[in-house]
Each structure stands twice: as C-alpha cells, then as structure tokens.
C-alpha cells in the first residue's frame, strides 16, 4: 500500500539552530501539504505546493520557515532558527484529488 | 469564533453502543468534508469524507452533512475499545484544498 514517508520520525533541537524534514508523498500525488500540529490542536496549514509551485503559504512564518519541493516531488521544510514555541508534530500530507493522506510526521522539540 | 468547533470530550461509551461525533463549521462556502482519527502519538488517518447532503455509510461508520445548518457528524456503531482515539473533523474552504482542522473530540469506548 502507497504511503508517505517523512524523516526524520523525532528530532531534538536546541533553540536557535537549523532543522530541516523531508517528505516523499505517494507517487503521482501532485498536491503535498505541510501542516504543524501543537499538542491537543487539530493540524494547521503551514504550505502547500501543486507540483513544485507553491499554491499556500500564508501561514509559513517566512522570517524563519522556508519550504521547496524543486522537483515537484519529495520536499524539505526547513526552520532557522528554532524558537521553543516550534516544538510540535510537522507533518506531511499528499493528494491526487480530494482526499488526502498524510505521512507518521515528524515529533521536533526544541530545547 | 472558531472556523470548526468540536466538543473536546472525551466522549465515554461502552463497548457495543454508537458513539456521536458532531462538528460544525463557519465557512459556508466548504463543499469537502472529512473525519480523521488520531491515536495518540501518531498522525492523522483519514476514514471518511463525504461531499453532498445526507448520510454516507462504510462499514460501521456513517458520515451524515447538513450544508444549510453548517454540521456535519460522525456515527460509530458497535464502538470497539479500538475505536478509542481522538476523531478530527475537516472541512476545506471554498475554492481551497487545504483542510481547516477542528481541534478534535477525544473518544474513549469501555470495556
């Protein structure tokens, strides 16, 4: 069965440095989607790309957030510096339609 | 006011009994209508969607939309202690794919 991948599955940060996740949606999906979930809140839309353009990002935090997917398939969502107010599940999501499927996330705590 | 409100629970139910998830939503322009459960520590998964009035059945699930009344909800028959997780509602706006997530309502089925 066609899955996402995401890696890393848990990373740990101290505030200030770099991190970087990595996405690999379902073959043929074009749409991929970033989403942030805090704990005990639902995911919220950080961005979204159709094939490698970017379609959302209004809620990416551009000063420190930076996403690409530049061959309009597997992405990287990167965060520089890490604040501890990221600490959350980063996860991946792809779709050919509708319905969209998302990957087991990325558990990032800043330290 | 929240663009997706849920009762955060939990929902107690024995096992056996039909679990009622509700969620309303503010956007009336959303056409695409999805319930997603979480079990805790893991990543959303999706088990329904439904996109017209009235109810859609797969399984022991039962999707149900009212598009006027801005709500849609989720029966569970027969809950199994299995079904226990947090269950999140997910519209997408007009003219978007990007799902807006309501925060979820935890369900907890007895033994």
């Known amino acids: 069965e066609a899955e996402v991948a995401q890696s890393p599955r848990y990373k740990i940060t101290e505030k200030s440095q770099a991190v970087a996740f990595w996405c690999d949606p379902i073959s043929g999906h074009a749409t991929l989607y970033w989403y942030r979930q805090i704990l005990g809140q639902g995911p919220e839309l950080l961005v979204q790309f159709q094939d490698e353009s970017v379609v959302d990002d209004s809620q990416l935090p551009k000063d420190r957030f930076s996403a690409e997917r530049l061959k309009g398939v597997d992405s990287t969502l990167k965060i520089q510096p890490a604040e501890l107010g990221d600490s959350a599940m980063y996860l991946c999501?792809?779709?050919?339609?509708?319905?969209?499927?998302f990957g087991p996330g990325t558990r990032l705590t800043v330290t | 006011q929240k663009e997706v409100e849920q009762n955060s629970g939990p929902l107690s139910v024995p096992e056996g009994a039909i679990a009622s998830l509700n969620c309303t939503y503010s956007d009336r322009g959303s056409q695409s209508f999805f319930w997603y459960r979480q079990y805790s520590g893991k990543s959303p998964e999706l088990i329904m969607s439904i996109y017209s009035n009235g109810d859609k059945e797969d399984g022991r699930f039962t999707a149900q939309l009212n598009k006027a009344s801005q709500y849609v909800s989720l029966l569970i028959r027969d809950s199994q202690p299995s079904d226990s997780a947090t269950y999140l509602c997910a519209p997408s706006g007009a003219g978007r794919r990007a799902l807006t997530f309501g925060s979820g309502t935890r369900l907890q089925v007895q033994p």
């Open positions: 999501a792809s779709s050919s339609g509708l319905e969209q499927y």
